[in-house]
């Protein structure tokens, strides 16, 4: 594959680029170089998403050449070389080698970047997220019809560690380390190899050099908390930007439907159940499992029946609400505090219908 200078790094390329991907590339590797953000554009057809590749893994193997050579210096200089090693800094930290997070909107997308990796030269370590819905294999938990039902019912097996598949993902680790597999892929070789995808790839995401995930993994609070996904001394790419913006006016604001507070009241209630029936095969008298032993959530009968107590609460307060006669009205902020207050979630319970919440979540 042609190698040409850019930047004064050397990028490899699967054929001879175009003056428009070279300049492209360029960009990316002067944003790299002085650690700063851009927002690049070229015109449909021109092969961005495998020059955005290109370049970053090309800058970064850059990098990691340079990491090397400042090891041996640092070794062959004794302790004086712990200087010489400080003098590199990367946007990740001194020393630090930053990884790549590598976003789109859809899992489609990150296939077809996927795609296109396999074509170029490098071989970085690979790691896509996905969620429970597009990565469990475990049967029970597959024909579950809700997702909080899976969720609950993965935690429940993965913590008494009765998911076979769970128990095989620390052996079969070396297995899925090497290659490039999107969801589909690795869905695939979890069945053929008996392995659960959704934890294997939370363990590769440690190790792996770019990882691969939806936009809202980056842009929704909860989803990078889910996913333990830390953005400082990172490389973050957003391919297909032009949706970014509405995504963050959307993960800034909600809508809430007399149908969704309703369905959330009917979740939570079949959750109760669930723990109710729990308790009663465990012969509990008490707080189910307060050490989280059965079902991998620290959250006990009362706590549940709280929030669903809460939500309704919520729930008649806002039919309280006298419309006019158009159907509509229009509120001050401050009016949602308020209305929450008298729902019974003042800022002092705030936090811990949260964390309940996302316990059950």
Not at 53 to 74: D, F, I, K, N, S
Not at 198 to 215: G, N, V
Not at 331 to 355: C, H, N, P, V
Request: proline fraction near 4%; charged fraction near 25%; charge should be negative.
């Amino acid at each position: 594959m042609p190698v040409l200078t850019i930047g004064g790094i050397p990028v490899s390329f699967p054929f001879t680029p175009y003056k428009c991907q070279e300049d492209y590339m360029a960009q990316v590797i002067d944003c790299l170089n002085l650690g700063k953000n851009g927002i690049l554009e070229s015109p449909t057809g021109t092969g961005k998403t495998l020059c955005l590749l290109c370049a970053t893994l090309a800058w970064r193997e850059h990098q990691v050449g340079q990491h090397v050579r400042q090891r041996e210096q640092q070794n062959s200089w004794g302790d004086d070389g712990r200087e010489a090693e400080a003098a590199v800094t990367y946007p990740g930290g001194v020393g630090n080698i930053p990884k790549i997070i590598y976003s789109s909107r859809t899992h489609s997308q990150l296939s077809q970047a996927m795609n296109e990796l396999k074509n170029a030269s490098y071989k970085p370590r690979v790691c896509v997220l996905g969620s429970r819905e597009q990565l469990c294999i475990h049967p029970d938990v597959v024909k579950q019809e809700s997702n909080h039902a899976k969720v609950h019912l993965c935690r429940a097996k993965t913590t008494s560690r009765s998911c076979f598949y769970y128990n095989n993902v620390e052996e079969k680790k070396t297995d899925f380390i090497a290659g490039i597999m999107d969801v589909e892929e690795l869905v695939k070789k979890g069945k053929k190899h008996q392995v659960c995808p959704y934890f294997m790839t939370q363990e590769l995401k440690h190790d792996a050099d770019i990882i691969f995930m939806p936009y809202n993994y980056l842009l929704d609070t909860k989803s990078r908390r889910a996913h333990s996904i830390d953005l400082s001394g990172k490389i973050v790419i957003f391919d297909e930007a032009h949706n970014v913006e509405r995504l963050c006016e959307n993960a800034a604001s909600f809508d809430l439907t007399p149908f969704e507070l309703a369905s959330s009241i009917d979740a939570v209630s079949h959750f109760l159940q669930m723990k109710v029936k729990e308790e009663g095969l465990l012969g509990s008298t008490d707080k189910f499992n307060g050490d989280g032993s059965s079902t991998g959530m620290d959250v006990s009968i009362e706590d549940v029946a709280n929030i669903k107590q809460l939500l309704l609460n919520l729930e008649r307060e806002i039919d309280l609400v006298e419309l006019p006669r158009g159907g509509s009205i229009t509120k001050q902020g401050s009016f949602l505090f308020e209305l929450f207050e008298r729902a019974g979630i003042g800022s002092q319970i705030m936090k811990t219908l949260m964390d309940g919440l996302e316990s059950i979540v």
